[in-house]
């Protein structure tokens, strides 16, 4: 299988399936000398454990991350990366692979059973293998890593919608994104949604989501016209998450319905000499270059497609059947979804900031207005 990497300067490759003995990643282009601890890596990789509450899948997996190349001790004892390759390994310690057995010569509804089959002719049915949501693990670790070589970067993410109930803007806080099992930074949606999804769950059935990724601090300049552009790339790598179905950036699909007049952000002189925008409809991308602005992106999350609920498919000898898929699944694939979204978007950043200073050198060339 090739097609494992991705990014240009900050090159990240995964390794591992859901139910073989470790899964990891290797980052090739972190710049040298940047602080960086076990710890930092793992705070990140807890956020998106299984098994933390009743609302996700209850495979125990404590995901334990090793770094096993690419730091160093500095002159004054941190431990801070060398500018060679970063090697992260985390065990899998939770398998149950006898959940599969029964499945293992039939495709899946909704799983890439079918299409690994069809394109490799041989597909590890013991959770899905690369196909396995379990691989974002290792997503999350790079992108720990990649929050820290931009300077000033924040990113951060939270749910929005789950299945037709979206949050109320107005009660938007950060700090309850922290508080609740779902990542919701509205309050009163997240009591909602642990009923609602209580329901799901005791029906054996799933149900999908919106996140939404904020990035703040990202220089202005990253990006590059036509085929290197900061959107196409962030929408890119948003789809590469398992089970995300489309990606929109800054106003989206809405903007379909705004009139040129609302839809254009405005801008004035601010008091720093720097542009002012009103508004931020672009998400802070024009023209596939970064604003200064915050960096909006959202993702739409498909239902967990293994549920209790037989599905008509057909098996490797062209048979008819159905399947009801056992074993620990989350309801809401969405919730988990949160810290790899936003580790995806820390990744691109992190590229995009390392190809602009390679062409251009320093970022943040703000015009002088006069």
């Known amino acids: 299988m090739s097609h494992n990497t991705f990014g240009h300067l900050f090159r990240v490759t995964t390794f591992g399936e859901s139910h073989g003995p470790a899964l990891g990643c290797v980052i090739d282009g ?128 939270a749910l929005v919608q789950m299945g037709p109930h979206k949050i109320d803007r107005n009660n938007w806080d950060w700090d309850e994104v922290a508080r609740n099992p779902f990542f919701c930074p509205d309050a009163k949606a997240a009591a909602f949604f642990a009923d ?80 002012l925008f009103l508004s931020n409809h672009a998400g802070g991308v024009l023209g596939g270059i970064s604003t200064g602005q915050a960096v909006i992106a959202r993702f739409a999350v498909k239902p967990t497609s293994s549920i209790l609920t037989p599905r008509l498919t057909v098996d490797r000898r062209g048979g008819e059947t159905d399947l009801i898929t056992k074993g620990r699944h989350d309801p809401c694939v969405g919730i988990r979804a949160v810290p790899v979204g936003e580790a995806m978007v820390a990744c691109v950043i992190a590229d995009q900031f390392l190809r602009h200073r390679g062409q251009v050198g320093e970022t943040g060339h703000w015009p002088t207005l006069a």
Not at 208 to 235: F, H, N, Q, R, T
Request: charge should be neutral; include cysteine; charged fraction near 25%.
């Open 196 to 275: 609602y999804l209580d329901g799901i769950r005791k029906s054996g059935s799933s149900i999908g989501a919106v996140i939404e990724v904020v990035a703040e601090g990202v220089p202005p300049g990253l990006g590059a016209p036509i085929y290197g552009k900061l959107d196409s790339e962030l929408a890119s790598a948003l789809m590469s998450i398992n089970a995300v179905k489309g990606v929109e950036i800054g106003a989206g699909f809405g903007a379909a319905e705004l009139t040129g007049e609302q839809n254009a952000d405005e801008m004035r002189h601010g008091n720093d000499g720097k542009p």
């Open 30 to 157: 972190c710049p040298p000398r940047i602080p960086l601890s076990v710890e930092e890596i793992q705070a990140d990789l807890d956020r998106r454990r299984p098994g933390q509450s009743r609302y996700t899948t209850q495979r125990q997996e404590p995901d334990q991350v090793k770094i096993l190349s690419g730091v160093f001790a500095d002159e004054n004892g941190r431990q801070v990366t060398t500018g060679t390759p970063i090697a992260l390994v985390i065990e899998n310690v939770d398998q149950r692979s006898k959940d599969y057995g029964d499945i293992k010569d039939k495709y899946r509804p909704g799983h890439a059973d079918f299409t690994y089959d069809v394109k490799y002719g041989i597909r590890d049915y013991r959770g899905g293998g690369r196909s396995s949501a379990r691989e974002t693990a290792a997503r999350v670790a790079a992108g720990a890593v990649a929050r820290k070589v931009v300077p000033g970067l924040v990113v951060r993410g």
